[in-house]
């Protein structure tokens, strides 16, 4: 996958790690965005996170923009030695990021057979079309996830809709340095299906990509050393400063998601109880405790 989006995509993760594990299907917890580097033998996994549900687990997520007819060998590959290095369950995604990444590889499965005809190896891994997610289903979900909006289910006809719905709930819901790098991720996650051109217009009128530093870069320096400054840059700017605004909206989500999913529907006390809680350890704590608690009274006590 070209370094660009191999960035963009990274930075998506680490910044909003509960997101992308709704986004693939994956169960929820706490989270923990670990070392994907497998350097002992010269290998390195797009994005690796360790997920402690009841029964831990480690979510392994590629990213793939081109085919790639042995790209299961590769997914079985780390997921062997993620599972060696961590002694955890590995469950791999591939997320195919364009058409152009398909092919008949694409299968989900990697099997062997041996000598006398019977299964030796039989490795399964999901895979994610992007492009065949519902837009809808995008610009509804969390902020994480909503630069890939408009390499959903889109046409150029119904593009600037979804533009236009990305701003309002960006400009409702993240924090100015949050909004200006995940505009400078659209911006660059674009260039996937849309030309440079095509994609410029469209955003122009998008104060805070204007405004974002890592736009500015990759205007100056060209698109995969601009986005790896600027990210970098404001990853490093995000890990001093402690958690983001979005992070914690993300975790209230899941929180709730899953409650009600135990509990029922919260009343509006219950919800407002949880929406107030702006600590990320007790977060956590709560929704690792929906496992064990009765009710909503039980649990946020």
Do not use: C
């Not at 610009?139 to 959903?152: E, I, K, M, S, V």
Request: zero cysteines.
């Amino acid at each position: 996958m070209s370094k660009p989006f191999d960035a963009a995509m990274k930075h998506l993760v680490e910044a909003h790690p509960l997101a992308w594990l709704e986004y693939v299907g994956l169960p929820t917890a706490r989270v923990e965005v670990i070392d994907a580097d497998l350097a002992t033998i010269t290998a390195s996994a797009d994005k690796v996170i360790k997920v402690y549900t009841a029964w831990p687990y480690l979510a392994h997520l590629e990213f793939q923009s081109n085919y790639e007819a042995r790209l299961g060998d590769r997914t079985l590959f780390y997921s062997v030695l993620l599972r060696h290095r961590h002694r955890l369950p590995v469950h791999s995604v591939v997320i195919l990021l364009r058409r152009e990444a398909d092919g008949p590889a694409m299968t989900g499965r990697v099997r062997y057979e041996g000598l006398d005809g019977e299964v030796a190896l039989d490795f399964r891994y999901r895979v994610v079309r992007v492009w065949e997610k519902p837009a809808e289903a995008m610009l509804a979900g969390p902020l994480g996830t909503l630069p890939l909006a408009p390499l959903a289910d889109v046409t150029p006809e119904t593009l600037p809709g979804v533009i236009r719905r990305m701003q309002e709930r960006i400009e409702r819901e993240a924090t100015a340095a949050a909004a200006a790098d995940l505009w400078a991720e659209t911006f660059v996650l674009m260039g996937l299906r849309y030309s440079a051109e095509f994609t410029r217009q469209l955003l122009k009128g998008v104060r805070q990509m204007r405004e974002s530093s890592t736009y500015q870069a990759i205007l100056e320096e060209g698109m995969a050393e601009g986005l790896a400054k600027g990210l970098a840059k404001g990853l490093a700017k995000g890990k001093a400063e402690g958690l983001t605004e979005g992070q914690v909206k993300e975790a209230q989500s899941v929180l709730l998601r899953q409650g009600t999913q135990r509990f029922g529907a919260p009343d509006a006390r219950t919800k407002a109880a949880i929406e107030s809680i702006q600590s990320m350890p007790r977060l956590h704590e709560l929704i690792d405790r929906i496992l064990t608690a009765e009710s909503w009274e039980g649990l946020l006590k």
